[in-house]
C-alpha cells in the first residue's frame, strides 16, 4: 500500500508496525514517525482508523469474557519470549518500552486482551 509520494518513513514499514503503535508498544521517537507519516499518507491513515475500529469492536464484543488461565499464561509467556528476543536481536536506542504512550487510549493493548475482566 502506497499513495505514491515520497516519504520518510515508507508505507511498509509503518504498516508493519502499526499493531505495535495502536497497543502503545512503541518508543515515543518512533510514534512520532507514524503519526507524521499519517498526516501525509491518506491510504495508510484510512488503514490505521480501521485497525483502531477492528480493535475497539473487538474489546466491546468480547471484552466480558475471561480467558482460561492456562491460556492466559501460555499468550503472557509467548509474548515475554519475543519481547526477549526482540531485545537481543535489535537493542532499543534510548527507548524505554514502558514509558511508551503512543497509541490512542481506549484502545485493547496485548495485556489488556488476556488479562481476565475484574
Known amino acids: 500500500m502506497s499513495c505514491g509520494g515520497p516519504h520518510a518513513t515508507d508505507c511498509g514499514e ?43 469492536l473487538i474489546k466491546r464484543s468480547c471484552g466480558c469474557d475471561d480467558a482460561p488461565s492456562d491460556l492466559r499464561s501460555k499468550v503472557l509467556a509467548r509474548i515475554d519470549s519475543i519481547r526477549a528476543g526482540q ?14 504512550t503512543c497509541g490512542e487510549p481506549g484502545v485493547l493493548t496485548a495485556s489488556q486482551a488476556v488479562t481476565p475482566a475484574e
Open 14 to 56: 509503518v504498516l508493519d508496525h502499526l499493531y505495535e503503535f495502536l497497543d502503545n508498544e512503541m518508543a515515543e521517537g518512533d510514534c512520532a514517525k507514524l503519526r507524521e507519516h499519517f498526516e501525509e499518507c491518506s491510504p495508510c491513515l484510512e488503514k490505521y482508523g480501521l485497525e483502531q475500529a477492528i480493535k475497539a
Open 87 to 100: 531485545r537481543s536481536a535489535e537493542p532499543p536506542v534510548g527507548a524505554d518500552p514502558a514509558a511508551a
